[in-house]
C-alpha cells in the first residue's frame, strides 16, 4: 500500500531540496521527521509538510489502522520546475539575468515490508 504527495512550485532552487532530501530517503517517517527537525534549512518545512500529507493520503486511502514507525519513505523526489526570468541593471545600458528557480517535490510513502525469516 502506498499513497503519495505532490507539491509543486516550490521557491527554492532543485540543488538546496535534494541536499536535504538525500539524507531522509528510504527512511522510517518518525525517523525522518526527526533528523527535519534539526536541520537549519528552509526547505526543511515544506519537506515536512509533504511528508506529513503523504501520511495522512495513505490514511484516507484505507480504512486500516498504521502503525506509524512501519510507515516508510519509498520514493522522494526533487525535480526542477519553471524558472522566473528576471534582468538587471548593469552598467553601459546592459543587463544580466537573475534567474528564480523553482521545484516540484514528489514523496511517496508506504507500509513497510517486513523481511522474511531465514529457516535454516
Known amino acids: 500500500m502506498e499513497a503519495r504527495a505532490v ?6 532552487s532543485p540543488l538546496k531540496m535534494r541536499r536535504v ?3 531522509v ?3 522510517s517517517v518518525p525517523e525522518a521527521v526527526a533528523i ?3 536541520m ?3 526547505v526543511t518545512g515544506v519537506v515536512e509538510k509533504t511528508i506529513r500529507s503523504a501520511v495522512y493520503n495513505l490514511i484516507d486511502q484505507h480504512d486500516e ?3 506509524e514507525g512501519s510507515l516508510q519513505i519509498h520514493e522522494i523526489r526533487a525535480d526542477e520546475g519553471p524558472t522566473f526570468e528576471r534582468f538587471n541593471a548593469r ?3 546592459r543587463a544580466a539575468p537573475i534567474r528564480k528557480r523553482t521545484t516540484h517535490l514528489k514523496v511517496v510513502v508506504g507500509v513497510q515490508e517486513e523481511e522474511p525469516e531465514e529457516v535454516a
Not at 507539491?7 to 527554492?12: E, G, L, Y
Open 21 to 23: 532530501i538525500n539524507l
Open 40 to 42: 537549519p534549512q528552509k
Open 91 to 93: 552598467a553601459r545600458g
Open 7 to 12: 507539491r509543486k512550485h516550490i521557491r527554492s
Open 36 to 38: 527535519l527537525d534539526y
Open 65 to 67: 489502522r498504521f502503525d
Open 25 to 27: 530517503r528510504d527512511r
